[in-house]
């Protein structure tokens, strides 16, 4: 797995099979903090912090199953 670089406008999908793929999209971020802020990808609305550590790569795990939380990179801008 490669290391995973936060930066604005990164759009990220959520893992949970029951979000439906509900997107976020990164608001802002500075390294080495806990947090990111995020938004509604779509509507640019409901600015929140979230964990960065949910903030995942790949949508698998090291031993190959789907990640059940958090959310996986999406694409980047």
Same mark, same amino acid.
């Given at each position: 797995? !490669?290391?995973l670089t936060i930066r &604005?406008?990164?759009v990220y999908r959520s893992c949970d099979p029951r979000d439906n793929g509900r /997107?976020? /999209?990164i608001q802002s971020y500075f390294p080495g903090n806990l947090r990111a802020v995020v938004v +509604? *990808? +779509?509507t640019g609305k409901r600015t929140r912090p979230l964990? &960065? *550590?949910t903030l995942h790569v790949s &949508?698998? !795990?090291k031993s190959g199953a789907p990640w059940r939380t958090g959310y996986v990179l999406e694409a980047s801008q």
């Open positions: 797995m !490669t290391d &604005a406008g990164q /997107r976020i /999209r +509604d *990808a +779509d964990l &960065a *550590a &949508a698998t !795990t």
